[in-house]
């Protein structure tokens, strides 16, 4: 049976462009610009099969995601692997932290899935940066559509010295 995104010929098509349009009042964000383009697993084929992303910060400044799970997500079929979807929620919550100017790695990511995710959904993924102490910045985040959420994490990021957002981009 031919699957979603295949061609007749058993190569992978392209499945057509997708809306990642943010709300009104949020702007573009550029993770490349911040973190460098070492971000490629989950966010680094904007056109494939796999995920598609697009980065906003939120009128409060707190990174927003719009989130395509693509035919390569698969795990029970239909529906989004749960790696998958904790992948996503490991970058989205990490470089939230990096937004928020916390030269972080996750420390601990702590997962609920709630609902099975179908296929080729445009999902958003919310993100906030709820504490920071010493080394330890907490960051919380859900994946939803509507009313319904999908996932919910709680990420423990841990900061590492001398790489502040702002070094990163003085390097450059
Ligand atoms: C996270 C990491 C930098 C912490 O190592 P470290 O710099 O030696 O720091 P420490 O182990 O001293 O931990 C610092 C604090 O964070 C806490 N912490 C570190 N990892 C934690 C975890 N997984 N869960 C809970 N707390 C953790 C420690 O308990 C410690 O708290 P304290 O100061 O109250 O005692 C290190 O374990 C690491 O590099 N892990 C791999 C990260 C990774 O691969 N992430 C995915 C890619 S981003
Ligand atoms: C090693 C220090 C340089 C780090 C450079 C940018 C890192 C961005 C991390 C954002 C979260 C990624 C999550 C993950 O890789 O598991």
Redesign the pocket.
């Given at each position: 049976m031919k699957q979603v995104g295949e061609a007749r010929d058993g190569a992978e098509s392209l499945c057509p462009p997708i809306d990642l349009v943010g709300e009104p009042d949020w702007q573009p964000f550029d993770a490349p610009a911040l973190v460098g383009a070492s971000l490629r697993f989950v966010s680094g084929e904007p056109d494939g099969n796999r995920y598609r992303v697009r980065y906003y910060r939120d009128a409060h400044q707190q990174l927003q995601a719009r989130v395509w799970f693509g035919p390569e997500t698969e795990g029970p079929p239909g529906h989004a692997h749960g790696g998958s979807m904790a992948a996503v929620m490991?970058e989205v919550l990490?470089l939230a932290a990096w937004a928020a100017g916390h030269a972080?790695?996750?420390?601990?990511l702590n997962v609920s899935f709630r609902t099975l995710l179908p296929l080729e959904t445009v999902v958003t993924v919310e993100s906030a940066v709820v504490s920071a102490q010493?080394?330890?910045v907490l960051v919380e985040g859900r994946i939803r559509q509507g009313d319904t959420v999908y996932v919910e994490a709680q990420c423990?990021?841990?900061t590492?010295p001398d790489q502040s957002p702002a070094s990163r981009q003085d390097a450059r």
């Amino acid at each position: 049976m031919k699957q979603v995104g295949e061609a007749r010929d058993g190569a992978e098509s392209l499945c057509p462009p997708i809306d990642l349009v943010g709300e009104p009042d949020w702007q573009p964000f550029d993770a490349p610009a911040l973190v460098g383009a070492s971000l490629r697993f989950v966010s680094g084929e904007p056109d494939g099969n796999r995920y598609r992303v697009r980065y906003y910060r939120d009128a409060h400044q707190q990174l927003q995601a719009r989130v395509w799970f693509g035919p390569e997500t698969e795990g029970p079929p239909g529906h989004a692997h749960g790696g998958s979807m904790a992948a996503v929620m490991d970058e989205v919550l990490g470089l939230a932290a990096w937004a928020a100017g916390h030269a972080i790695v996750v420390g601990n990511l702590n997962v609920s899935f709630r609902t099975l995710l179908p296929l080729e959904t445009v999902v958003t993924v919310e993100s906030a940066v709820v504490s920071a102490q010493g080394r330890k910045v907490l960051v919380e985040g859900r994946i939803r559509q509507g009313d319904t959420v999908y996932v919910e994490a709680q990420c423990l990021c841990i900061t590492l010295p001398d790489q502040s957002p702002a070094s990163r981009q003085d390097a450059r």
